[in-house]
């Protein structure tokens, strides 16, 4: 089981990362372009992540309705179908929020201006992912997860060969449109390899009210955690920032580092979700999680040894400032330990996705997350960002706790039932 999700898992850890190289492309390339443009790309991102999140989580729930066709991929078509209907609903939603961009800075004062086409480009790059109809998620599923990192390295490709030529040219207009072909590039790879998996092409049909209604009890509880989740680190922003300029830096790069280490545990997550799916009882879920939750484990403690022993020269690429290096230096102890517990929180979390349990997840997210916005900003004032980050580690211990318990309580009187059930 170890080895069956660890080589599930390598390709999406391997997109993930292809995908991050392109946004470090992208930000390098405005930076040294116009500092406004950058200041309007990272206005314009902080509303199109959250949205684009929430695609994603929705899309994420078609896993454990796919994942028991694996031998049968062609049964599965009658569900794709629904799902892109779905998609297509929590896509237009997305996009409509992400174009209101200029709206949004324009009540909330922020003072950035010259958006161009960015916003429009960047919600219709949004609304071409989500009709993709959940391709990925459904090629994870069906075992065929290589062809995902395919589908990225495509669109990354495309985005870092475009974004020199059409910023140079158009400025921040230039990058919206490279952004919308890099989607455009990701969706094709990824629908061909789709259908070369099905054997045809999935076709449309028409919306089967109440089977998309099955998978909206699954995707839109994941939708909601993520921009509770969004919300949250929104909130805990303000707070480091609130300590001055050396925190708020702090909190960025901490945060950095943490997302880095949570790359490989969040792709041993995804992989585990059709094995825990298409298991048959309650001692085969509960071996795919803790197998999961051992290589998640084992991924953050690798990386958390390799920032503990190249500390130093991994913060003096990040900044040159030695009150920012000596603040994260103090901090980063207690970051490590936050991030090895949302590795396990994302494994039990994922795997009551793949029970079709994801409104536990979300009552546990919006528990301890609910929590902690109401304690960032005292917490902060009084304790400073060491404070803040042990409020984080209590937050995720607390969800690990509650979705671990969560998801024994969900197998703990199940009987075998089938995989295709």
Not at 248 to 273: D, K, N, R
Not at 319 to 336: S, W
Not at 382 to 393: P, Y
Request: charged fraction near 10%; hydrophobic fraction near 55%.
């Amino acid at each position: 089981m170890h080895r069956t999700i660890a080589r599930a898992a390598l390709p999406l850890l391997l997109s993930s990362l292809t995908s991050l190289a392109g946004s470090l492309v992208v930000t390098s390339v405005l930076g040294r372009h116009d500092t406004g443009a950058l200041a309007a790309f990272a206005l314009t991102m902080a509303v199109h992540s959250p949205a684009s999140m929430a695609v994603m989580g929705g899309l994420r729930g078609l896993a454990p309705f796919v994942a028991p066709f694996r031998d049968d991929p062609l049964a599965a078509i009658p569900v794709l179908r629904d799902a892109r209907w779905l998609a297509l609903l929590i896509g237009t939603a997305g996009a409509v929020v992400v174009a209101c961009v200029p709206l949004i800075a324009s009540l909330g004062g922020s003072g950035v201006e010259g958006f161009g086409v960015l916003p429009y480009a960047l919600g219709a790059s949004l609304l071409v992912s989500a009709s993709n109809g959940g391709a990925n998620t459904v090629l994870v599923s069906l075992g065929r997860g290589r062809q995902v990192l395919w589908a990225s390295v495509a669109a990354t490709a495309v985005v870092v060969a475009l974004v020199p030529f059409t910023v140079a040219r158009w400025g921040l207009t230039g990058a919206g449109l490279a952004f919308l072909c890099s989607s455009l590039a990701g969706v094709t790879v990824a629908n061909l390899a789709l259908r070369a998996a099905l054997g045809r092409p999935v076709g449309r049909g028409r919306p089967r009210v109440q089977e998309i209604l099955r998978i909206c009890r699954v995707s839109l509880p994941l939708s909601g955690t993520m921009l509770i989740k969004f919300a949250g680190l929104g909130v805990l922003a303000y707070a480091a920032a609130r300590t001055g300029v050396t925190g708020s830096a702090g909190h960025a790069i901490l945060y950095a580092l943490s997302g880095f280490l949570m790359v490989p545990a969040i792709a041993v997550a995804q992989a585990a979700v059709p094995e825990i799916s298409r298991a048959d009882g309650m001692r085969s879920r509960r071996h795919a999680a803790r197998a999961a939750l051992t290589l998640a484990a084992g991924a953050a403690g690798i990386g958390a040894a390799v920032v503990t022993l190249l500390g130093g020269p991994l913060l003096r690429l990040f900044t040159a400032d030695e009150a920012v290096r000596g603040l994260v230096t103090a901090v980063v102890g207690i970051m490590l330990v936050s991030t090895l517990a949302e590795a396990g929180s994302a494994v039990t979390g994922f795997g009551l996705t793949a029970m079709k349990r994801s409104s536990s997840s979300l009552r546990s997210l919006a528990i301890g997350w609910g929590l902690l916005v109401v304690a960032a900003v005292p917490v902060t004032d009084t304790w400073g960002l060491s404070g803040l980050w042990t409020a984080m580690l209590v937050t995720n211990l607390l969800l690990a706790t509650l979705q671990t318990t969560a998801f024994l309580s969900a197998t703990a009187d199940e009987r075998p039932t089938g995989s295709r059930r």
